[in-house]
């Protein structure tokens, strides 16, 4: 069973870079899924930031376009994340997760235990 | 973009009660949609994939039903560690996108 597990700074400056790793184990990154992060702000809903495959090919939340890039990593099976110019508004828990193969649509089926950053000075 | 919209936003219930939660989207998007149970602290998990589909291991009590534009997740028989907050999703236009969520909780 695929296990995914988050890591990074927990704490970013204004006008800083986050920067965060997923870390894929009991499975292959190059398995053909998609790999996504969503991040859930204090006491708020679930926002989907961006996937990639891979290949390396991505598709990003408009939202965060600008400002997001995510890249993977096949010889050490996992995949990162890069959000720029942090604010405090991204103060969140970052969760990487899998797109499953079983629904036709695209859906989430294995998930990390998340990682709180903060962004303060 | 489509949008959805989830109700209600929260709901208490006593345990063994039926509960139902709906989510609609404006556009029809056939059977595309998927629920998530997110328990305090933790992190999501699939519960019903394609409106109907339970994923593997969710108990029996929980199900979906629902095409077009109006889906709904039920629990037959509320348990005491159903307390969550339940989320729909859809993905339109390269994008995943969460209902605004339903807080579970017991009476």
């Known amino acids: 069973q695929v296990q995914l597990q988050e890591s990074g700074p927990g704490l970013v400056k204004p006008s800083g870079t986050l920067s965060l790793t997923c870390a894929v184990s009991?499975?292959?990154?190059?398995?053909?899924?998609?790999w996504s992060w969503v991040r859930q702000r204090p006491g708020k809903g679930l926002e989907w930031i961006g996937e990639?495959?891979?290949?390396?090919?991505?598709n990003y939340n408009p939202s965060l376009e600008n400002r997001v890039t995510m890249s993977v990593d096949e010889s050490k099976n996992h995949f990162s994340l890069r959000l720029i110019y942090a604010t405090a508004a991204d103060t969140a828990v970052y969760y990487c997760?899998?797109?499953?193969?079983?629904?036709?649509?695209?859906?989430?089926?294995?998930w990390g235990q998340g990682t709180l950053v903060i962004v303060s000075s | 973009d489509i949008q959805m919209t989830q109700s209600p936003s929260s709901l208490s219930a006593s345990v063994g009660d039926r509960v139902t939660i709906t989510c609609q989207t404006s556009?029809?998007?056939?059977?595309?949609l998927n629920w998530y149970q997110q328990k305090p602290g933790k992190a999501p998990k699939l519960l019903i994939y394609?409106?109907?589909n339970l994923e593997t291991g969710v108990p029996s009590r929980f199900s979906g039903s629902g095409s077009g534009t109006s889906f709904t997740l039920t629990i037959s028989s509320l348990q005491p560690e159903d307390i969550a907050t339940y989320y729909c999703?859809?993905?339109?236009?390269?994008?995943?996108?969460f209902g605004q969520g339903t807080k579970l909780e017991i009476k």
């Open positions: 394609d409106a109907s």
């Open positions: 997760a899998r797109q499953g193969y079983a629904s036709l649509s695209p859906s989430l089926d294995s």
């Open positions: 990639i495959f891979h290949s390396g090919s991505t």
């Open positions: 556009q029809d998007i056939n059977n595309y």
């Open positions: 999703q859809q993905y339109d236009n390269l994008l995943y996108i």
């Open positions: 009991g499975g292959s990154i190059s398995s053909g899924h998609w």
